[in-house]
């Protein structure tokens, strides 16, 4: 098993869909993986600290 960790939550273009961005913790592969957008919202806001 590979360990990931969390790059953040981008928007992919030109379609504005959200992803959320896993980095290999000891690599260079990224993995996407497409999430909606209260998902998106949700995720973001956590990360920067404010509680829902």
Same mark, same amino acid.
């Given at each position: 098993m590979i360990e990931m960790? $969390?790059?953040? @939550? +981008? @928007?992919e273009l030109p379609t504005n869909q959200p992803i959320v $961005? $896993? +980095?290999? +913790?000891?690599?260079?592969r990224y993995l996407p993986i497409w999430i909606g957008?209260?998902?998106a919202a949700a995720i973001a806001l956590s $990360?920067?600290? @404010?509680q829902t």
């Open positions: 960790q $969390l790059e953040g @939550v +981008r @928007v $961005l $896993l +980095r290999e +913790r000891d690599g260079e957008a209260s998902e $990360l920067q600290g @404010v």
